[in-house]
């Protein structure tokens, strides 16, 4: 059974850091394109970043500069860095993987097939 399951989320202030993981059950995570998302109330679920089979990382506009994805292959688990935190990205974050994509990554949900539960981040002081 295919599971992600994220976690280190939580409360910092802002300029501060925090740094994401995404552990997967079922599947090897470094076979597959994964994807972080974020959805805040009222919002869009947006893409943050993503990262191909190839280990091609792409980040959103909002991102770039500040966030950093990578994998853990001993760990099984994609994680994000995020440095620099701004109110703005109070939200809840969700990974997600692509099973079927094999070049590349998105970082619109459509071609992603299992999504974890998300994790809240909250930025304020």
């Known amino acids: 059974q295919v599971q992600l399951v994220e976690s280190g989320g939580g409360l910092v202030q802002p300029g501060g850091s925090l740094r994401l993981s995404c552990a997967a059950s079922?599947?090897?995570?470094?076979?597959?394109?994964i994807g972080w998302f974020r959805q805040a109330p009222g919002k869009e679920r947006e893409g943050v970043s993503c990262?191909?089979?190839?280990?091609?990382?792409y980040y959103a506009e909002s991102a770039e500069g500040r966030v950093t994805i990578s994998r853990d292959n001993g760990k099984n688990t994609v994680d994000l860095q995020m440095n620099n935190l701004k109110p703005e990205d109070t939200s809840v974050y969700y990974c997600?993987?692509?099973?079927?994509?094999?070049?590349?990554?998105?970082?619109?949900?459509?071609?992603?097939?299992?999504w974890g539960q998300g994790t809240q981040v909250t930025v304020s002081s």
């Open positions: 079922g599947f090897s995570l470094d076979s597959y394109v």
């Open positions: 990262i191909s089979r190839s280990g091609s990382t």
């Open positions: 997600a993987m692509a099973g079927s994509v094999v070049a590349g990554c998105y970082l619109t949900a459509a071609p992603y097939d299992y």
